[in-house]
């Protein structure tokens, strides 16, 4: 066929001849640097506006700043970035900006030092600054206080240095006093220091202490960090730069997305939200009171500074998506860091720079920035700024009673200077925060225990414990204090004593959650104490704080559990001990579990917990008491599917089956219960019951049974083996009367006989060679060692349809391994000439003026939706699709066009950060390949190209090598030139103004339609609409996804006629964190039925409702005779519960 880039090429050179200029502007899209432009194109927050404090030729590329006690505006600046040329000087700088008059201008710039390289944070402190300086920590000095460093020090060593937008960054001082540093994904760092080697692999924060050189990790994982800042309670909250979970809630000890050792993460509270960089909190009287104490942050990609109102929700948060702060169109602002000033303004740093990515876009692309950059200053119109006062000479007394201002900025750097005040000043300083006390009383109004907070976090900067203090304020009448009071009691526990322990039961659930974390650093013994807490409600973030407190103290309990200690778990109640059997997941509790269901003491949920918990981890008689209890006939379907699954993963990862007789599972064969009935299949092959032969036949050849029990019966019969299977299983694949159903016993035939099924590939193949997906065959030979060597002797001599071939590329392509031979052989087998298109450079011009011109984002995007090109299945926008490759939702904010046709059109040609592929090979020779998501200590975990996780059992890895893109080649040889310039124009629209920007209001993306079977109709038409609510074997559900809009367009949807109506049937998840008055708008609801779980919901334009914590599935039936527009659901602003729509696949 013809390339669709190379067609009516010379119309397009004469429209490109006519059109250079905004072919040009389109290749390099460099607007003018003059910051005036730049500050008109901006569209500022109604009653705000923005003028420019610093800007170049004075300061250029600002990485981080942060404000001194003084009101000094301290920058690292890097010119150098990404990555210093060969021969070239090191020459970055930390630079001070002041504004001298108060003008709100800067008006003095001085270069405090240089000769640095890529420095990427600085905090000034303790006569100067300290410095992320590629590898090292560094503290430069001014010892004669002209402005410039002239010492130079190295506080820590030996941070990793793999990437340099990932290294040492953020550098910010909290409330404790301590310096809190980040460092992301690909760094490993091994850092001595007097108390131990302190390792962190991967991405996380650091606690650092200068005075005394403890270091320790806070937290675990993110992408890229660039954003870390503690509230007026002392509560962490953490932005990623390259993640996409909006604001996270910081749990002390947890590990978020990307944490390596770790089998459980939690989660941030805006699933689905773009990538967002730098974090602050606003507060102080020249805000207006409607905006202090929300979250500001940066939307680099987009252009745009974000704001979000975070309110407490359980023991956690929640976070609302507000109007922009700042947004425009200019593509070179690019705000990264974003502070509080001394005056009450908001200093937001511009990277300024067309070209932002680092790993997917050349270092020396002649478009990336080197010499720009600069501050603005955004202030509310008509509101007075805040008096600034001189701190550092200020006196203590004064410093102390700043420590209960309005402004979070002033307290903090009161609090710095009189820690940086010399030793012999500290006893007088501990007087006066003494007298302060006094003078407060004991009277618990809000403002006394914010004040005295602030005072208990000045004790522990100035390392003077406070015990009765702390006590008082362990037993605070605010719970937000009582909550900071277990976080400094973390680190004070002796003086804590049983006030902390009594916290771990505190009615409100953060305060519960910080105890916990808190007694967890004892380190010994903290079990029966964190455990209490399981007699009360429980969140998502509680639950977590939990679990991973008896997942620390695995080792200890262990140990002592193997060595006959009963007294240790004896002395938790039942469900503590079921808990962290539970959390542990060590055969080594088997025997405690065991004693635990004999005492017939456990209720019926604790102890369908107990029995899942044997079946994966016991022995033959273990497993028998879970098989038991799955064949019993009281047991809830659910319930027994699950104890199936777990006796099957057993016998597939440690090759255990239930001891006795284990021919009854042929009973569960024909539940009701689709997931029951194949886990029961599963089972029978896997425990190689040769009894169960004709059966397993059965069900993979007869017409009734569905695509996924006979897949499953065939995968079973190929688990028996033998000759009889090899039999059966070509027999199958030749006389099976689908196509879906040849290619499934292929694929089943491939682990016993693979010689045999390769021969028989191009044969089944050509029965139907308009029909039929090869997919899962080929994955099955590419799973194998000598898998593709033997499909590339079947493929030498034989011929394919054109359209099987091509389906057979794609999965070469998505599996990530480099076959050059195979690809050959299949391409010549079907006839198929092309392969990765790359242009000229005038041929990349005249395409990127094309969609300039001519491009249709709407257009595009419906090019984007059909399901032939696969792009739901491995992308998602804003959360909603695969996980395979990147979330695109700012996609065209950060990207330049002919970046973006590059990717489609040579996917290995640029490969985003993280999302590069692993070919892991085992040592039984079977090949594993997709995107490494993390490792524990037991297994590597990836993600296939069909959106699976896969863990790899480490001890079984023979070798691993880096692998290609999983996006295939030549997925758009079938589009026109004009779908392909529509297409590309749409994806360049992704996250900027407009309508393909990420709405701020939660929407269900994430949709199952009801596939058009004849069971699903026939269920229907016998039963109600409310049927469609139900868990129905009947019914097939297929996934579907909104809009960019939110929209999900009725042409979409399967459409069911019944009788004399018609009616397509949808779903979506809502998931509940804290409960509350839950408010979904869905517009107009003509047409529309609907049900939460299987209880009807009336539904208005917008509905009310109230529901439990958990997850709720929303069921809705349209009446396609009465509805005509796409259904768009959001949840509505009245709402008062902290509820989300579930995303992903």
Known sequence: MRNPIRTLLPLTLVLATALPA??????????????????KSFLVAPGFEVNLYASDPKIAKPIQMNFDAAGRLWIASSETYPQIKPGQKANDRILVVEDTDGDGRAEKTTVFANGLLIPTGVAPGDGGCYVANSTELLHLGDSNGDGRADTSRVVLSGFGTEDTHHILHTLRWGPDGRLYLNQSIYIHSHIETPWGIRRLNAGGIWRFHPETMRLEVLARGWV?????????????????????????????GAAYVTAVGVPRRLKGLNPGSPKYCGLEIVSGTHLPEDWRGDFLTNDFRANRVCRFKVTGSGSSYQAKLMPDVIRTKHVAFRPIDIKMGPDGAIYIADWYNPIIQHGEVDFRDPRRDHVHGRIWRLTAKGRPLVKRQDLPKASTARLVNNLS???????????????????DTRPQTLQALANRLAELGTAGTPANESTSLEILWTHQALNAPAPQLLQRLLSAN?????????????????????????RVQDPHPRVRLEAVRAIARRGHDVLPLTMAALAMDRDTSLEYALWLTAWEQRGDWLKKLKTGNRLLHERLADPGRLFVFSSIKDPAVVP??????????????????????LADLGGPGQLRIALDMALNDSTPPAQAGNLLDALARTARSRRVKPSGALEGIQALFSSDTPEVQSAAVRCAGLWKLESLRPALQKLASQPGSSSDLRATALDSLSSLGGEASRAQLAKLANQLPTPAGRLQALTSLVTVDPGGAAALLPAVLAKSPRQGNPAGVVAAFLARKDGPALLEKSLATKKLAPDHAKLILRTIDGSG??????????RTAGGLKTGPTKLSTQEMKTLVADVTGRGDAGRGELVYRRQKLGCLACHAIGGAGGRVGPDLVSLGASAPLDYIANSLLDPNSKVKENYHSLVVVTKQGKVVTGIKLRQTDNDLVLRDANDREIAVPRKSIDEQVAGSSLMPTGLIENLTRGELIDLIRFLSALGKPGPYAASRRPTARRWRALANTQPARFRLQRTRDGQAA???SAFTWQPRYATVGGRLPMADLPRLQLRKRSVSVVRCEIEVISSGRLAISVGDSNGLAAWIGTRPLALEPVTTTTLPTGRHR?????????????????IDDATTANARFVTGK
């Not at 905004?22 to 500050?39: S, T, V, Y």
């Not at 579990?593 to 369908?608: F, H, K, P, Q, W």
């Open 1114 to 1130: 929303l069921t809705i039936v349209v009446d396609r005779g009465i509805r005509k527009q796409p259904l768009n659901l959001t």
């Open 592 to 613: 405690a579990v065991l004693d635990l269901l004999g005492r017939g003491e456990l209720s019926e949920t604790d102890r369908n917990r107990a029995v899942s918990l």
């Open 478 to 502: 605010d719970p937000r204090v009582r909550a900071a009071a277990c976080r400094v009691a973390a680190y004070w526990t002796e003086l804590a004593g049983d006030t902390l322990a009594a």
């Open 22 to 39: 905004m072919a040009q502007r389109g290749l390099k899209n460099i607007p003018p640097p003059d910051p005036e432009i730049e500050r």
């Open 405 to 423: 201002a309005s402004e979070l900025w002033i307290r903090r750097n009161s609090r710095r200077v009189l820690q940086e005040r010399p030793r």
């Open 817 to 826: 391994r480099k076959l050059p031979g195979l690809v050959t052989a299949t």
């Open 1030 to 1032: 139900a868990d129905d």
């Open 224 to 252: 890229n960090s660039w954003g870390h800042h503690h509230d007026r309670f002392g509560q962490s909250f953490v932005t990623d730069g390259a993640g996409g979970e909006g604001i996270n809630h910081l749990v002390p």
